[in-house]
């Protein structure tokens, strides 16, 4: 499976500031995932990420909040923008794997955020 | 997107098999199940698929009856090491992506 590395591991923040946090993978990715987990809850897809065109974002999160990059096959970043104590929580990015006929995810290890 | 129940937590203790059932009763045709497990402070971890029947791998096995509404995760011999949040996800191939992660069942393994 993917091996991915996820950039920070953590930070505290102050509000009104933007925080990036960088997803780089072991081989080429077509679609990359992020996700929000707010304390003690499930995960949440913020957006799909495809190299070469706009993220897609869900219902309830939107690019002027939540920019991302994704200039090659291997890296995306994602940003925090203009954070309030609400946006504290761990932020995953994940790809798909091939798992004998089918796909699952392979996720990094997470970025803990916490906003003050 | 296929919706998926949980129970929301279980206890067990070391050493017993545990299992842990899933309602998934809008599967779609092409809809494989599949399981994974989050320790604080870490992503989820893939720990089995499938699509009908009997699968298992080194880590546990997945229970699907024929009508594929349902599906349990089997863990024998439980550790205090397997204490962790497990999820199940149903989704297709080609929109693996758009899988909705349930609520989770939290494990708490006893000594």
């Known amino acids: 499976s993917a091996v991915i590395s996820q950039k920070p591991s953590r930070d505290i923040c102050q509000r009104g500031t933007s925080l990036t946090i960088q997803c780089q993978v072991d081989s080429q990715v077509t679609m990359m995932f992020w996700y929000r987990q707010q304390p003690g809850q499930s995960l949440t897809l913020i957006a799909t990420?495809?190299?070469?065109?706009?993220?897609?974002?869900e219902s309830g999160f939107v690019i002027d909040k939540f920019p991302i990059s994704r200039p090659n096959l291997t890296f995306s970043t994602l940003t925090v923008s203009n954070m309030s104590p609400e946006d504290s929580s761990i932020y995953l990015c994940s790809v798909e794997d091939l798992r004998g006929v089918n796909y699952g995810y392979t996720f990094g290890s997470g970025t803990r955020l916490t906003v003050v | 997107l296929a919706k998926t129940t949980q129970p929301i937590s279980m206890d067990s203790y070391e050493g017993q098999e545990v299992n842990i059932t899933c309602s998934h009763n809008n599967i779609a045709t092409n809809d494989y199940i599949t399981w994974y497990q989050q320790f604080p402070s870490q992503g989820p971890r893939f720990i089995i698929q499938?699509?009908?029947t009997k699968v298992t791998n080194e880590v546990a096995s997945l229970f699907i009856p024929a009508d594929r509404k349902s599906s349990t995760l089997s863990l024998p011999r439980v550790s205090l090491s397997d204490t962790a949040v497990y999820y199940c996800?149903?989704?297709?191939?080609?929109?693996?992506?758009?899988?909705?992660f349930g609520d989770g069942t939290t494990l708490t393994v006893k000594p």
């Open positions: 499938g699509y009908k």
């Open positions: 990420a495809n190299q070469g065109s706009e993220a897609t974002y």
């Open positions: 996800l149903v989704g297709d191939a080609g929109n693996a992506g758009k899988s909705t």
